[in-house]
């Protein structure tokens, strides 16, 4: 029972474009969600986080936007730039308290310069 | 100055036998907890300690134990190996609940 769920395996975008990673979730109780970028070889690296209590969080390049009736979050990446490719895992949390956080399957993202 | 570190990064070892991993955060967090991604490449939680205290023990076969000596260290032994023990494990530390989860490098088991 897959609970956070990113359709897309793979994605390739050309440089200077927008990237836009999708990723759903079936339980109504998570109320925090997370993307994180992974090269291989090393650990997952937090980028950005929303709460439920939002619809969009910006940082940089990298903006979440989170569409709770449709349980969905996308990560736009702008522009997109070699340097991003890696695999990027969204993960979610909730309700309030809990400290178990659930990962999605991954989407391999591949800038083309 | 890393902030999550576990040791090995690899570990090659037959099966039967018992290995340990080690792990160590110097964020000052309260929680540790224990990934483990397989083959397809899914990331799932095994475990996590928060102050010292076992809070998430998932389904895990009770060959694997954690142990935590400490907030700042959390430990992996598992005791008779098996081929399908072999994956990438990852530790990781957060500062609470609904707080981004400082992962380490991972350490790559081998079982063979």
């Known amino acids: 029972d897959q609970q956070v769920k990113q359709n897309s395996p793979s994605l390739s975008v050309q440089e200077g474009r927008i990237s836009i990673l999708n990723c759903d979730y079936t339980n109504s109780m998570f109320d925090y969600f997370l993307w994180y970028k992974k090269y291989p070889a090393e650990g997952p690296t937090f980028l950005i986080s929303?709460?439920?209590?939002?619809d969009k969080n910006e940082d940089g390049r990298f903006t979440v936007f989170l569409n709770k009736s449709a349980k969905h979050l996308s990560l736009h990446i702008v522009p997109s730039q070699p340097g991003d490719s890696a695999v990027y895992f969204c993960?979610?949390?909730?309700?309030?308290?809990?400290?178990?956080?659930?990962f999605g399957t991954g989407t391999r993202l591949k800038v083309l310069a | 100055d890393t902030a999550v570190s576990q040791t090995p990064k690899y570990l090659v070892t037959q099966m039967g036998n018992d290995k340990s991993i080690k792990c160590e955060q110097n964020?000052?967090?309260?929680?540790m907890y224990w990934y483990k991604q397989d083959s397809k490449k899914f990331l799932k939680i095994m475990f996590s300690?928060?102050?010292?205290?076992?809070?998430i023990n998932e389904t895990v076969p009770n060959r694997f134990s954690p142990k935590s000596p400490d907030k700042a260290h959390l430990n992996l032994h598992i005791n008779s190996l098996e081929l399908g023990d072999s994956a990438v494990y990852f530790c990781?530390?957060?500062?609470?609940?609904?707080?981004?989860?400082?992962f380490g490098n991972g350490t790559r088991l081998t079982v063979t």
């Open positions: 990781a530390s957060s500062h609470g609940t609904h707080s981004p989860l400082h």
């Open positions: 993960a979610a949390s909730g309700p309030s308290g809990t400290y178990k956080y659930i």
């Open positions: 964020l000052g967090h309260d929680t």
């Open positions: 300690y928060n102050n010292k205290e076992l809070i």
């Open positions: 929303i709460s439920s209590i939002k």
